[in-house]
């Protein structure tokens, strides 16, 4: 029976059996890397000491490939890149091994290749890019990268990163936002759409408040003539009346100036006299029962006037109807634009609820409709520094197990931010590999057509090392090596089947040989 003690991957399955782990936290870095004909690279052959390993050299150098080795060896088909294989050669191979695991992945010319991971023991795993793809997390994020970027496009890019990262979800309440948006720039539009009509409809004061009717005009024409009429007729009467009364007032001034030459004759004018006075008395009644009859002047020429303009009337009131009832629809979309902005307002605090028990990577870090800020400010306003420490604690955050980080665009780091780098990520424990431009030799890991020629830092392996040969045998084929103790350890056997094991006793004792840092010892 088969058991296997110190696997933290749950429910792994090596060789098809079914693993048990140990309940612990599984924290990996890279210890070695490998890599032989892959992009530019010739062979290299990396094992960190530190937390910062740079990688310099000059442009197409082969630092870039460097990189691209670890997400190819470690990510799926979306980081293999479309030419793999260094041109000449017809394979290419990338080893990555970690404190747990070693990750074999070969290409062939063909387009083919295997992916492999071993652990600890030497058991293969089933299925190896699943287990990857629960271990590697997102070791393709780059923090420099990712703070970078100010146009749209990124910031909209840098949102939804951190939002995926912290769990955080608004896709329903930015649909119903959008929907509430939407509705009231629909309100919005109706609304100006009155207030552009009232605006252009004009008001004139001193008209009715309803269209003037023709007939009713007529008809109003109509009796002020036959009023008119009437009154002129009566109006005649009393003038002859007046007339008449004034004849006969002549009359009585000439009898009267007559009394003292005709005082013969003064009986016979008294009597005319008093015959003429009670007729005066008579007229004068009916002239008063006339004009108590009489109505008064209605002037026809307003009303020919008002007629010759009902039609411009009646256009200035229904264009002061129109006005009044754009302005109460408009009156109207401004309260429903307000109610649809108290829903947009809940929904925004519904959000700002969310955002408040969130965890992020940072202090200070959040996000809003228009990007990702830091206390309230926008990410592309945060100085450099401080940026770095936000992408390197996103970055942290996506990769809680391999505690890998890459930084392609090293060359931007001024000597005080790579420190500061170094700082955050050796505090933390982490690692971090770094791409830099530089033509010194005198930095890092110096690459040069796709082989390091220089070494700048330190290294756990020193240039000459003794190795104790010991024999590994394959425990399906039988067959037979001898490498260093420590070398063979997790080797597939070229049967494809089998991890070789060490035997207990090395055959070759005391037996030594020296060899450059990552050189393989022969087959027997």
């Known amino acids: 029976m088969i058991t296997i003690t110190d696997c933290a991957v749950k429910n792994v399955r090596f060789y098809g059996i079914k693993v048990k782990p140990k309940r ?16 530019k690279l010739v062979a290299v052959e990396i094992r960190p000491d530190g937390s910062t390993i740079m990688l310099t050299g000059k442009n197409g150098a082969g630092k870039s490939s460097v990189l691209d080795a670890i997400t190819a060896a470690l990510c799926g088909k979306d980081y293999q890149p479309d030419k793999p294989i260094r041109n000449g050669t017809d394979h290419a191979e990338i080893i990555v091994e970690t404190e747990n695991y070693i990750v074999k992945r070969t290409f062939t010319e063909s387009g083919g290749g295997t992916l492999t991971v071993t652990n600890a023991e030497g058991f293969k795993a089933a299925s190896p890019q699943a287990l ?19 146009d749209k496009k990124a910031v909209t890019e840098q949102r939804e990163t951190l939002m995926k990262l912290c769990g955080l979800d608004f896709t329903d309440i930015d ?33 009715p408040e309803k269209e003037v009717s023709m007939s009713e005009l007529t008809e109003k024409l109509q009796t002020a003539i036959k009023n008119n009429s009437e009154r002129d007729t009566i109006q005649s009467l009393i003038t002859n009346q007046t007339q008449s009364i004034a004849g006969i007032q002549q009359v009585i001034d000439q009898q009267v100036e007559s009394l003292d030459r005709f005082r013969q004759q003064m009986d016979e004018a008294a009597n005319t006299i008093k015959t003429y006075e009670e007729k005066l008395k008579g ?3 009916a002239k008063a029962e006339f004009e108590k009859k009489v109505p008064a002047r209605i002037e026809t020429e307003p009303i020919q006037v008002e007629i010759g303009n009902v039609e411009q009337t009646n256009f200035l009131v229904r264009q002061n109807i129109l006005k009044k009832d754009n302005l109460a629809k408009a009156t109207a979309q401004t309260v429903k634009f307000a109610e649809l902005g108290k829903q947009m307002k809940a929904l925004e605090e519904s959000k700002a609820t969310k955002l408040a028990v969130v965890k992020m990577p940072i202090d200070g870090l959040s996000v809003t409709d228009d990007g990702v800020i830091y206390n309230g400010i926008p990410l592309s306003q945060v100085n450099d520094a401080k940026k770095l420490e936000i992408g390197v604690a996103i970055s942290m955050a996506m990769n809680p197990t391999l505690k890998v980080i890459l930084v392609r665009n090293g060359s931007l780091l ?16 982490y690692q971090v590999w770094m791409e830099v431009t530089d033509d010194s030799g005198k930095v890092g890991l110096v690459i040069e057509d796709g082989s390091i020629v220089a070494n700048n830092t330190k290294l756990k392996t020193p240039e000459v090392v003794q190795q104790t040969l010991v024999e590994f045998v394959c425990p399906l084929c039988k067959r037979t090596y001898k490498y260093g103790k420590l070398e063979g350890i997790g080797v597939i056997c070229e049967c494809g089947k089998g991890t070789i094991i060490p035997t207990e006793t090395p055959i070759v004792k005391q037996k030594t040989k020296k060899t450059k840092p990552g050189e393989q010892l022969p087959l027997v």
Request: hydrophobic letters at 40%; aromatic letters at 6%.
């Open 24 to 39: 612990k936290e599984l924290i990996m870095k890279i210890v070695r890397l490998s890599a032989e004909n892959f992009k």
């Open 132 to 150: 990857l793809d629960k271990i590697v997390g997102s070791i393709a994020f780059d923090p420099m990268m990712f703070t970078a970027g100010t």
């Open 175 to 207: 649909t119903q936002i959008a929907e509430v948006k939407q509705q009231r720039s629909i309100v919005k539009s109706t609304k100006e759409s009155f207030d552009h009509e009232a605006e252009r409809n004009g008001f004139v004061g001193g008209l």
């Open 283 to 285: 007229i004068e009644k």
């Open 414 to 429: 001024d000597s005080d931010n790579k420190a500061f780098l170094s700082k955050l990520v050796d505090e933390k424990g």
